[in-house]
């Protein structure tokens, strides 16, 4: 009889008890017997399963097998997040960088998918320097990347600023080996925060460079504005001088003080609507502001005197340096008079005004005087006047820049080709204007 319950066991209910407790008992000792999971098996024994004898080094093989699995997922694992950590330990900071190119065979500085543009050739050596990622090569937004001055198909520089991300202790030496001949980085240095090329500029200086015979005097007997002319024959013209070969030409001091009295006309503020390409007369964008404007310097080199106008202004628009230089040059000739220059500031048509070849235009300086008076200073930055630089980039210029423009002219004869369609162009007011090959990259092209 159970201790004080209210209820009874029938001797069947207590039997069944008996066998279920016998049940149990005999499948814990069949357990215990007959192991049969890697974990039960005692390592020290050998078991005897259906008269087959099975040693246990299968299960501490597994279990080594198990074992080193964990060990190299734990070393990947670590390794992949070193790299990651390697990834985010890069720290990007503001760096301005100088570099010089020779336009030729090139369509202009700023990118342009399917074409060959100097700013390509700059991002790719990047991306094989290890200095950015695939990502950031494809978008070149994502390292803040500017350009000081967006300079036109053939044109050179001599000296460009981009400005960009890098990481630190970023080397030239390890980009110029990813670069063509053609373009060169001069040096890279750490500028503020809130940096930018474009912005933070306040001037730029433009050289032009060209063949002193392009200021003789035309023989008025010869001359027809408007008009088609016979190129061959008027090459053949061209080529005598005084009765000498055009290469023999040199700039009198007297026809120096001419030219640089023609180029003092544009300083100042004025509009240049006629001096770029559909920008209308009331555009605000057609007033400019030059500071300078004089032929700095005539040289000779490979028997060619060469005359190097330099111009100095806040910023330029599409052509405007070159159809600059066409009007200089027609006034320099006696084709057309000084006043030429205020008809084209003043008068609401177009005009019909020729456009120099890009071989002799190039960026000279980029100028970043307030900045540099500023944080130049201040310890932590440096100026941008980049004189540390200077033997380096006037070799680059001399062995590059010149050499390719003198070779050009040689071979190609550029200016004496030009001066001969010069009478084409009427220098007054036309309804229709023929269109630039250049036209094609923009309306209007800010090379700054």
């Given at each position: 009889?159970?201790?004080?319950?209210?209820?009874?066991?029938?001797?069947?209910?207590?039997?069944?008890v008996k066998?279920?407790?016998?049940?149990?008992y005999?499948?814990?000792?069949?357990?215990?017997?007959?192991?049969?999971?890697?974990?039960?098996?005692?390592?020290?024994d050998?078991?005897?399963?259906h008269?087959?004898?099975?040693?246990?080094?299968?299960g501490?093989?597994?279990?080594?097998?198990v074992?080193?699995?964990?060990?190299?997922?734990?070393?990947?694992t670590?390794?992949?997040?070193?790299?990651?950590?390697?990834?985010?330990?890069?720290?990007?900071?503001?760096?301005?960088?100088?570099?010089?190119?020779?336009?030729?065979?090139?369509?202009?500085?700023?990118?342009?998918?399917?074409?060959?543009?100097?700013?390509?050739?700059?991002?790719?050596?990047?991306?094989?320097a290890?200095?950015?990622?695939?990502?950031?090569?494809e978008?070149?937004?994502?390292?803040?990347?500017?350009?000081?001055a967006?300079?036109?198909?053939g044109?050179?520089?001599?000296?460009?600023?981009?400005?960009l991300?890098?990481?630190?202790?970023?080397?030239?030496?390890?980009?110029?080996?990813?670069?063509?001949?053609?373009?060169?980085?001069?040096?890279?240095k750490?500028?503020?925060?809130?940096?930018?090329?474009?912005?933070?500029?306040d001037?730029?200086?433009?050289?032009?460079?060209?063949?002193?015979?392009?200021?003789a005097?035309?023989?008025?007997?010869?001359?027809k504005?408007?008009?088609e002319?016979?190129?061959?024959?008027?090459?053949?013209?061209?080529?005598?001088?005084?009765?000498?070969?055009?290469?023999d030409y040199?700039?009198?001091?007297?026809?120096?003080d001419?030219?640089n009295?023609?180029?003092?006309?544009?300083?100042?503020?004025?509009?240049?609507?006629?001096?770029?390409?559909?920008?209308?007369?009331?555009?605000?964008?057609?007033?400019?502001?030059i500071?300078?404007?004089?032929?700095?310097?005539?040289?000779?080199?490979?028997?060619?005197?060469?005359?190097v106008?330099e111009?100095?202004?806040?910023?330029?628009?599409?052509?405007?340096?070159?159809?600059?230089?066409?009007?200089?040059?027609?006034?320099a000739?006696?084709?057309?008079?000084?006043?030429?220059?205020d008809?084209?500031?003043k008068?609401?048509?177009?005009?019909?005004?020729?456009?120099?070849?890009?071989?002799?235009?190039?960026?000279?300086?980029?100028?970043?005087?307030?900045?540099?008076?500023?944080?130049?200073t201040?310890?932590?930055h440096?100026?941008?006047?980049?004189?540390?630089?200077?033997?380096?980039?006037?070799?680059?210029?001399?062995?590059?820049?010149l050499?390719?423009?003198?070779?050009?002219?040689?071979?190609?004869q550029?200016?004496?080709k030009?001066?001969?369609?010069?009478?084409?162009?009427?220098?007054?007011?036309?309804?229709?204007?023929?269109?630039e090959?250049d036209?094609?990259?923009?309306?209007?092209?800010n090379?700054?």
């Open positions: 009889m159970l201790y004080r319950t209210n209820y009874s066991l029938s001797s069947k209910s207590i039997n069944w066998i279920q407790l016998e049940n149990i005999r499948r814990a000792s069949s357990v215990t017997m007959h192991p049969t999971t890697d974990s039960e098996v005692n390592t020290g050998v078991n005897t399963i008269g087959t004898k099975r040693s246990i080094d299968d501490s093989e597994n279990e080594a097998k074992q080193k699995t964990e060990e190299e997922t734990v070393q990947v670590t390794v992949q997040a070193t790299e990651m950590e390697t990834v985010q330990r890069i720290k990007r900071k503001n760096h301005a960088m100088l570099l010089g190119y020779v336009g030729k065979d090139y369509y202009g500085m700023q990118r342009n998918p399917g074409m060959k543009t100097i700013e390509e050739d700059l991002i790719t050596a990047l991306l094989k290890d200095l950015i990622t695939k990502e950031q090569f978008n070149i937004r994502a390292i803040n990347f500017q350009r000081a967006r300079t036109d198909k044109v050179s520089a001599i000296r460009q600023i981009v400005s991300k890098l990481p630190e202790n970023s080397n030239k030496t390890t980009i110029n080996q990813f670069l063509p001949d053609a373009i060169r980085v001069f040096g890279i750490r500028v503020t925060k809130g940096f930018n090329s474009k912005n933070k500029c001037a730029r200086t433009y050289r032009y460079i060209i063949p002193s015979y392009a200021f005097l035309e023989d008025q007997s010869l001359l504005l408007g008009e002319v016979d190129e061959d024959e008027r090459i053949k013209q061209l080529s005598i001088i005084d009765g000498k070969p055009y290469t040199r700039l009198s001091p007297e026809s120096l001419k030219l009295s023609i180029l003092k006309l544009f300083e100042g503020s004025h509009n240049f609507h006629n001096f770029t390409s559909k920008v209308k007369p009331l555009d605000p964008r057609a007033r400019r502001y500071i300078s404007f004089c032929c700095m310097e005539t040289f000779v080199l490979n028997d060619i005197e060469l005359a106008l111009i100095k202004g806040q910023s330029f628009m599409l052509h405007q340096i070159r159809k600059m230089v066409a009007i200089v040059v027609a006034i000739r006696n084709m057309i008079c000084k006043e030429t220059i008809e084209a500031f008068t609401m048509d177009k005009m019909d005004l020729p456009l120099a070849p890009s071989l002799g235009l190039c960026l000279c300086h980029v100028h970043y005087d307030n900045y540099s008076k500023r944080y130049g201040d310890g932590l440096e100026t941008l006047d980049w004189k540390e630089c200077e033997e380096e980039v006037e070799k680059f210029q001399k062995t590059y820049i050499q390719h423009m003198i070779d050009t002219e040689i071979s190609e550029t200016t004496l030009w001066l001969a369609g010069l009478p084409f162009y009427s220098f007054n007011n036309r309804d229709m204007l023929p269109v090959d036209e094609k990259q923009e309306a209007v092209h090379d700054v």
